[in-house]
């Protein structure tokens, strides 16, 4: 069973950063696309940075310019770089993956990993 594993998240003050990673457990063929999404406390989960086949990356306009979304192919791993971190930023962050299993590609979520930043 093909599981995503997240790790990296904790405590910050506002201003610092953390790094979160986000690996694909298993057999996999390759990583297809990977987007970081993250559900704030008593609100919807939103979408926060996307990476593509080739590795374009995009944001959100709140986290443009401070959050980085990167991939290491060979390791199936998709990082998630927080920077300048501000107490809105609070949440459980999700990695999602588009993955190829077998020929076939499939959907998978992470776990969830919680950020909170301090003011």
């Known amino acids: 069973q093909v599981q995503l594993v997240e790790s990296g998240g904790g405590l910050v003050q506002a201003g610092g950063s953390l790094r979160l990673s986000c690996t694909a457990s298993?057999?996999?063929?390759?990583?297809?696309?990977a987007s970081w999404f993250r559900q704030p406390p008593g609100k919807q989960r939103e979408w926060v940075a996307g990476?593509?086949?080739?590795?374009?990356?995009n944001y959100a306009d709140s986290v443009k310019g401070r959050f980085t979304i990167s991939r290491d192919n060979p390791k199936n791993t998709i990082y998630l770089q927080m920077d300048s971190l501000k107490p809105e930023d609070t949440a459980v962050y999700y990695c999602?993956?588009?993955?190829?299993?077998?020929?076939?590609?499939?959907?998978?979520w992470g776990q969830g990993t919680q950020v909170t930043v301090s003011s």
């Open positions: 298993g057999s996999i063929n390759s990583i297809n696309v």
């Open positions: 999602y993956m588009v993955i190829s299993v077998s020929g076939s590609f499939r959907s998978q």
């Open positions: 990476s593509s086949l080739s590795g374009t990356a």
